[in-house]
């Protein structure tokens, strides 16, 4: 359903998009999984026909987005980042601008209005101008006017930013109802627990380019399966470095002064050790926090910082 084959965008000298590509199905989510300005919304432009790629092909049901534009874009269906509604207009009016803008008329545009207001649990609210909707009220009827038009192929960029946690679960359960009806889903997002709950198969993107990419089980078999310590506080860099080369099993993804990341196997248990190794040291550790493998973690091995940095 979607075909992207080594997409390069730049912006004067700065490559945003750097030889990405990836292949999205129809029925299934993908994700793209980046911190803040890793090139997801720029790859996301891209794809939707809004921004004009420098190198590189993307292909939405064979029709290329660039070549065969027209035919690309009436397949898609977009939801931005920043909400795109008319403060002024109703719910009704509003998805009903956008229904029209994608050739639906008379009683289809109707029977379509009245649908998406229900499946996103605004009906009774839909004669309201929308400047008096909360946050997550918005993001509800941002992701109606997108899916209004019945796409094959939906485009969602994070649609969660900034909504209150209940509006985030309308929201999630929103995007599986999609998939779950054919259309081929491509989620962008940050957020490591939203990519783990929803998607099949993903990318994870750092500093424009594909770090990683695969069904969720082969990512999460990258991390193998070995637990991350995080410590803070203030540390001898070289001692410490020394210290921990002498254990078995342990990987230094990240080591400063205020800060130190561990990768290891069993890592709860082998705790004592590790934080007996460094405590020789004389190091000052003032937090301590193990976590499982996950995302996250992998994203961390991968590129030595975290998700939210």
């Given at each position: 359903?979607?075909?992207?084959?080594?997409?390069?965008?730049?912006?004067g000298?700065?490559?945003?998009?750097?030889?990405?590509?990836?292949d999205?199905?129809?029925?299934?989510?993908?994700?793209?999984?980046?911190?803040?300005?890793a090139?997801?919304s720029?790859?996301?432009?891209?794809?939707?026909?809004?921004?004009?790629?420098?190198?590189g092909?993307?292909?939405?049901?064979?029709?290329?987005?660039?070549?065969a534009?027209?035919?690309?874009k009436?397949?898609?269906?977009?939801?931005?980042?920043?909400?795109?509604?008319?403060?002024?207009?109703?719910?009704?009016e509003?998805?009903?601008?956008?229904?029209?803008?994608?050739?639906?008329?008379?009683p289809?545009?109707?029977?379509?209005?009245?649908?998406?207001?229900?499946?996103?649990?605004?009906?009774?609210?839909?004669?309201?101008?929308?400047?008096?909707y909360?946050?997550?009220?918005?993001?509800?009827?941002?992701?109606?006017?997108?899916?209004?038009?019945?796409?094959?192929?939906?485009?969602?960029?994070?649609?969660?930013?900034?909504v209150?946690?209940?509006?985030?679960?309308?929201?999630?359960?929103?995007?599986r109802?999609?998939?779950?009806?054919?259309?081929c889903?491509?989620y962008?997002?940050?957020?490591?627990?939203e990519?783990?709950a929803?998607?099949?198969?993903?990318?994870?993107?750092?500093?424009?380019?594909?770090?990683?990419?695969?069904?969720?089980?082969?990512?999460?078999?990258?991390?193998?399966?070995?637990?991350?310590?995080?410590?803070?506080?203030?540390?001898?860099v070289?001692?410490i470095?020394?210290?921990?080369?002498?254990?078995?099993?342990?990987?230094?993804?990240?080591?400063?002064?205020?800060?130190?990341?561990?990768a290891?196997g069993?890592?709860?248990?082998?705790?004592?050790?590790?934080?007996?190794?460094?405590?020789?040291?004389?190091?000052?550790?003032?937090?301590?926090?193990?976590?499982?493998?996950?995302?996250?973690?992998?994203?961390?091995?991968?590129?030595g910082?975290e998700?939210?940095?």
């Open positions: 359903m979607i075909e992207v084959r080594d997409l390069v965008k730049k912006y000298s700065v490559v945003a998009v750097d030889g990405v590509s990836f999205a199905a129809a029925g299934s989510i993908f994700g793209l999984l980046g911190p803040n300005g090139g997801k720029t790859t996301i432009g891209c794809i939707s026909g809004l921004l004009r790629p420098h190198a092909t993307v292909r939405v049901l064979g029709h290329d987005i660039v070549g534009s027209t035919k690309a009436k397949e898609l269906g977009v939801v931005p980042q920043e909400i795109a509604l008319y403060e002024d207009l109703s719910a009704r509003n998805i009903a601008y956008w229904g029209g803008a994608y050739g639906l008329s008379g289809d545009l109707k029977r379509r209005t009245d649908e998406v207001l229900a499946l996103v649990g605004l009906a009774d609210r839909a004669k309201e101008p929308i400047k008096k909360s946050g997550g009220m918005k993001r509800r009827l941002n992701f109606a006017c997108g899916i209004v038009h019945e796409p094959k192929v939906l485009l969602l960029d994070e649609p969660t930013v900034g209150d946690p209940q509006s985030r679960v309308n929201i999630l359960d929103l995007v109802s999609q998939a779950q009806t054919g259309t889903v491509l962008t997002t940050h957020y490591m627990e990519a783990e929803l998607c099949d198969s993903l990318a994870i993107v750092d500093g424009g380019k594909v770090i990683a990419q695969g069904t969720m089980r082969e990512l999460r078999q990258r991390t193998e399966e070995r637990d991350l310590l995080r410590l803070n506080g203030q540390f001898d070289p001692h470095e020394k210290k921990l080369h002498d254990l078995d099993h342990i990987e230094i993804i990240q080591i400063h002064e205020t800060q130190i990341t561990i290891a069993q890592g709860g248990n082998r705790l004592p050790e590790i934080l007996g190794a460094i405590g020789e040291t004389g190091a000052d550790i003032r937090e301590t926090t193990l976590s499982q493998p996950n995302l996250e973690s992998l994203f961390i091995k991968l590129t910082k998700l939210r940095e």
